[in-house]
């Protein structure tokens, strides 16, 4: 295809001719709404049933990335991991073998690693390209209402001028910095949710074993000074055993965000131990069988360990219990 993209300037108002790679739970939601932006979208996804109802609804459904984005004013894409990522830009029938519009935008708001994100810029910009860097905070309901904040890396003219269209999928748009920040903010905040999680786990699972009524624990949790809106809904489906359906976050998604998190800060020289600990954690999970189930489900590598833990922890000599 040489057709090109919308017929009004990239950086002017009006309709867009955008395409859209990845519709997962997420994707299919924040397309939904440039749809109903009015914007001209074009999608892909590997599963092609995922686009139907978009494809009822206006949207021109492809075959590959490339095709999709022949000519396009913008590409936003999300999926799941560095893998996906590369190949849906990388390929020989991806994104950036498309010609896209002159000064055209590259938008990636999938969570992936630093050093991709870093070296994806650098590739889109060789081409002419304006790279966004845009990972997305939210659940899937947020995505369909256009209630997504997007945690943006970008330089300020090139976030300004894509403004236009982004604000279709985001009541907010948080700017760390350049190219990168978006992604290294992503990966702090996701990490130490990460241990949250873990954490909550284990005080359940704790409580439960001491005998504490589960309803009034989970209730106690929820208005204390540890809730946060994740511990919440997490520690519910904990207590509720509720893991199979309505998957908003699985085990391996969140292993693979804490595998990142704890790469980037060893680039910055830093240690991770708490975020390596729940790296841990969530690595048992996945290796129990239970990667694909909601990301609650970890529960059970905390309720495994206190029946397996007899040995009382190691002490530094000349140290009491409490440190000092």
């Known amino acids: 295809m040489t057709v090109r993209g919308g017929v009004v300037p990239v950086d002017e108002g009006g309709p867009r001719t955008i395409a859209f790679v990845g519709l997962g739970n997420m994707g299919r939601g924040m397309a939904s709404r440039l749809l109903e932006a009015g914007h001209r979208l074009r999608v892909y996804n590997r599963t092609s049933a995922r686009a139907d109802a978009l494809v009822r609804r206006g949207a021109t459904r492809y075959d590959c990335p490339k095709d999709a984005c022949e000519g396009v004013d913008a590409v936003i894409s999300m999926v799941a991991d560095d893998p996906a990522s590369r190949a849906v830009w990388l390929d020989h029938d991806g994104i950036l073998g498309a010609s896209l519009a002159e000064r055209g935008f590259a938008i990636e708001c999938s969570t992936l690693s630093h050093d991709w994100v870093t070296d994806l810029a650098t590739r889109c910009r060789a081409r002419g390209l304006r790279y966004i860097d845009a990972p997305v905070t939210g659940l899937p309901a947020a995505a369909a209402a256009g209630e997504l904040t997007l945690l943006v890396g970008a330089a300020t003219d090139d976030l300004e001028a894509a403004r236009a269209f982004l604000d279709a999928v985001a009541h907010r748009i948080l700017r760390f910095g350049d190219v990168g ?30 005998g504490l009524d589960t309803r009034a624990v989970v209730d106690a949790f929820a208005t204390s000074q540890a809730a946060s809106p994740q511990v919440v809904r997490n520690v519910r489906r904990m207590a509720a055993d509720d893991h199979e359906h309505d998957i908003v976050f699985s085990g391996a998604l969140r292993l693979k965000d804490v595998e990142y998190g704890v790469r980037f800060a060893r680039t910055l020289n830093m240690g991770s131990p708490f975020g390596a600990l729940a790296e841990n954690v969530y690595r048992q999970l996945c290796s129990m069988g239970y990667a694909h189930v909601n990301e609650s489900k970890v529960i059970e590598v905390s309720r495994r360990a206190t029946m397996d833990a007899t040995a009382e922890l190691p002490r530094t000599p000349g140290m009491t219990p409490l440190g000092y």
């Open 181 to 210: 920040s978006g992604t290294a903010y992503k990966l702090v905040i996701n990490m130490m949710g990460a241990v949250q999680i873990a954490s909550a786990a284990e005080a359940l699972a704790i409580a439960q074993r001491a």
